[in-house]
Nanobody, 120 residues
Framework: VQLQASGGGLVQAGGSLRLSCAPSGSFASVNGMGWYRQALGKQRELVAV???????NYAESVKGRFTISRDNAKNTVYLQMNSLKPEDTAVYYC???????????????WGQGTLVTVSS
């Protein structure tokens, strides 16, 4: 199983970007999904997560600007980022807890990271 993320890029402050991420390969189900980010010289931090039932949790720094959503039919998670600020510049990593078979517990998988650069 691999997670494929896309949608990063360069945007001016105040602009918007939409990230998406989906698993490929064979698996039974996808539990929680989400996004983390890591800025240069800093630790990886949670941005937003969403459960299989749609419950969400956001970092305080992105509340009101970012929206996480998922399409369970496509096993895809999205991160709509509006009103972007230079401090949002980071590599964004998608995350998913995936059960490969119904009789195994879920394991955490990470995408390869997609760079978001916000210019001032």
């Amino acid at each position: 199983v691999q997670l494929q993320a896309s949608g990063g890029g360069l945007v001016q402050a105040g602009g918007s970007l939409r990230l998406s991420c989906a698993p490929s390969g064979s698996f039974a189900s996808v539990n929680g999904m989400g996004w983390y980010r890591q800025a240069l010289g800093k630790q990886r931090e949670l941005v937003a997560v969403i459960s299989s039932g749609g419950s969400t949790n956001y970092a305080e720094s992105v509340k009101g600007r970012f929206t996480i959503s998922r399409d369970n039919a496509k096993n895809t998670v999205y991160l709509q980022m509006n009103s972007l600020k230079p401090e949002d510049t980071a590599v964004y990593y998608c995350y998913a807890n995936i059960r490969e078979t119904m009789w195994k517990p879920g394991y955490d998988y990470w995408g390869q990271g997609t760079l978001v650069t916000v210019s001032s």
